[in-house]
Nanobody, 121 residues
């Protein structure tokens, strides 16, 4: 099996900074894309940022220039550096990883349990 464990959520003041981490472990041959979604109360889950194994990144327009996604392939870990967060960034953040468990396997998406980020204004 594969597990994703998130850390780093909590309360942050608007204009501050916070870093989320998500480590994948278990039966992993390789990981393609890793990323973060978020879901605020009463809203649909939305993509925040994603990063491929080669380092190509993609961001939601609402976080461009403020959030930075990165990964450590040796540690199977993805990070989300949140700078200058705003009240509207308050949400539960979920990480995901598209994991191949064997050399010929199709990648399957696994999810973290979610971590709450609350931005106070």
């Amino acid at each position: 099996q594969v597990q994703l464990v998130e850390s780093g959520g909590g309360l942050v003041q608007a204009g501050g900074s916070l870093r989320l981490s998500c480590a994948a472990s278990g039966s992993i041959f390789s990981i393609n894309t890793m990323g973060w979604y978020r879901q605020a109360p009463g809203k649909q889950r939305e993509l925040v940022a994603a990063i491929t194994s080669g380092g190509s990144t993609n961001y939601a327009d609402s976080v461009k220039g403020r959030f930075t996604i990165s990964r450590d392939n040796a540690k199977n870990t993805v990070y989300l550096q949140m700078n200058n967060p705003k009240a509207e960034d308050t949400a539960v953040y979920f990480c995901y990883a598209d994991v191949r468990r064997w050399v010929v396997a199709t990648a399957i998406r696994y999810w973290g349990q979610g971590t709450q980020v609350t931005v106070s204004s």
